[in-house]
Structure formats: structure tokens, C-alpha cells
């Protein structure tokens, strides 16, 4: 597959955020390689004239000046520290992280300015800055939360093509967590009739309490515009029995609440089974108290 990678200058980084645990975001990039079939973040592509389907995963957008517009927001006098997540509209950690390295520039800018962070990824590369992750820590706070939907390695490679496999994710976490950097499981999203067996998703939990997970989150698939449009695609081609429900069950964006309730039921069960903890999966852990010696 062909990737066109286009580097574009951004006047802001900082996205202010309605109705979140958050209230800003960044996204160093726009589209992402991994081309998973579930993202809900392809509109973002279509709100500036891309198609969010064929060229979400294959023409991506590198703010390459993002870490030097974010070190002049963060230095207005009006900047609160308030916690900023990296990542809700893009993987930070995609494949091109590793040439342009805007995503460890913007931990490094967050570090120096004392501002804590959220990561949201599925890519192991983010081992690459635990030294800025543990600053952060120490700095402001830092949490990361690895997405996992399923540990079916067969699975995740028909619905998220070219991530790195549920296993390697996971011992992600382990390696993170175990260096002292708050981390936990995302089981997302969750796709009724394809993710969603229980004993699918205590084996997501069970694989998180084991690698040391934190605590884990979940979310239900959502189709909002190009993503209802990109996964009928997925659907017909690869799972055409289950045209009709997901019609039914998705007529809006959302599944109906009384499948997203006892889905939530469940996830918390397995929780309390596996005792992970059920800690608000946003928060990071706030930075060690600095000792007086007055
Ligand atoms: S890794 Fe995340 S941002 Fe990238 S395609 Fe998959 S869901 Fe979308």
C-alpha cells in the first residue's frame, strides 16, 4: 500500500474539548496508517475535504511545527496546566513517529512546562520515550492507555490491519507499568457480535490484570460520519451475516442503551473478578510531593 505523507505548518496545536474528562487535545498527525476498520476518527479527514475511507490510512497529514507552536501556547501567562490528551483524533505512536518524533517533542514541551497528559495508543513504540513518560510523571502526572479490543491475534488483525498484535500491546503495558508510568487497558471499542462474548472480554481484562494494567476502560463502537460508512464496507466484505443486525441495532450513532448498559455491566464484573482497580482510566496519578527541608 502506497503511504503519501504530507507535511503541513499549524498556526495552533492546543484543541480546546467540550464534554470530555479533558479539556484540551493534540494530534501531532492527522489520518493514521493503521487504517483499523472501527475509527472514529476518519471524519476528521472528511471535515477538510479528504476522504475519510480509502485515504484515512494512506494519506496522512505531519504537523511538523506542532512542538514549537505548543511550547508558545503553553508559555502564555493564561496557560492553567490543566491535563491534555495526546492522541484522541490519530495514533501518536503510528509508524512515521519514528522519523519525525513529534509526539516525543510534545512530551518533552509538556514535561517543561509542568502540564500533565493523557496518551491514548495501540503501538508498542511508545517504549521509546518511557525516559520522558517518567519526567512527565514525576514533572505533572502522565497516564497511558494502551487500546486493546480483543487478545484474538486473528481478530485484531482482520478489524486493525497493521497494528501490533494484542500480545505485544499488552507486554506494552507490563513494560510501562512496571517502569512506574500509571497504565492501563482500553477494551475498544467493543463490536457487538464480533468482540463482545464475555468470555472475550474477561480475556481482555484477565490479559490487562496480568500485565499489570492499572485499571481498564472501555468503549461500545460508535458510528458517526465515514466511520458508519467505512465499516458497512468492512461488514459486507467481511462479515455479511451481520449487515442486518448492525442495521437495526445502529440507527443512530450509537448502539442502544440497554446493550451499552449490560455490556457495562459485564466489563465491571470481570473487573471486580480479576480485581482491577476502578479508578477513572483519565486521571493521572498526580506527581510525588516534592520533600521540604524547612
Ligand atoms: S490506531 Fe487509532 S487512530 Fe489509528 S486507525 Fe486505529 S483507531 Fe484510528
Known amino acids: 500500500m502506497v503511504r503519501e505523507f504530507v507535511e503541513v505548518t499549524v ?8 464534554g470530555m474528562p479533558f479539556r484540551w487535545s493534540i494530534n501531532p498527525y492527522r489520518g493514521c496508517s493503521h487504517g483499523c476498520v472501527f475509527c472514529y476518527a476518519r471524519r476528521t479527514h472528511w471535515f477538510l475535504d479528504e476522504d475519510g475511507i480509502d485515504r484515512w490510512s494512506t494519506r496522512i497529514f505531519v504537523k511538523v511545527n506542532a512542538p514549537e507552536v505548543l511550547r508558545r501556547e503553553l508559555a502564555r501567562p493564561s496557560w492553567r496546566r490543566e491535563l491534555v490528551a495526546v492522541g484522541t483524533a490519530t495514533d501518536p505512536y503510528q509508524a ?10 510534545i512530551l518533552e514541551t509538556l514535561r517543561d512546562f509542568r502540564t500533565p497528559a493523557s496518551i491514548v495508543t495501540r503501538c508498542p513504540m511508545i517504549r521509546r520515550d518511557i525516559d520522558v513518560l517518567r ?30 498484535p494484542p500480545a505485544q500491546r499488552l507486554r506494552t503495558v507490563e513494560h510501562l507499568s512496571s517502569a512506574g508510568i500509571r497504565t492501563g487497558v482500553l477494551l475498544a471499542p467493543i463490536l457487538p457480535g464480533i468482540t463482545d462474548r464475555p468470555e472475550a472480554l474477561e480475556a481482555v481484562v484477565q490479559a490487562a490484570r496480568d500485565h499489570g494494567a492499572q485499571f481498564v476502560g472501555h468503549t461500545v463502537l460508535h458510528l458517526g ?10 461488514l459486507a ?20 442503551g440497554a446493550y451499552r448498559s449490560a455490556i457495562g455491566r459485564l466489563v465491571e464484573a470481570f473487573k ?23
Open 272 to 294: 471486580e473478578r480479576h480485581r482491577v482497580r476502578a479508578a477513572r482510566y483519565l486521571q493521572p496519578a498526580p506527581p510525588p510531593r516534592q520533600l521540604s527541608l524547612l
Open 96 to 105: 512515521i513517529e519514528g522519523k519525525y518524533r513529534l509526539t516525543r517533542r
Open 225 to 234: 460520519e465515514v466511520t458508519r460508512d467505512a465499516f458497512a464496507r468492512y
Open 237 to 256: 466484505r467481511r462479515r455479511p451475516h451481520l449487515v442486518a443486525q448492525y442495521r437495526s441495532m445502529y440507527r443512530g450513532k450509537y448502539a442502544p
Open 11 to 18: 498556526r495552533s496545536v492546543l484543541n480546546k474539548v467540550e
Open 135 to 164: 519526567a512527565l510523571a514525576e514533572q505533572a502526572g502522565v497516564v497511558v492507555c494502551v487500546s486493546v479490543a480483543t487478545t484474538d491475534p486473528v481478530l485484531a488483525r482482520e478489524i486493525e490491519p497493521t497494528v501490533a
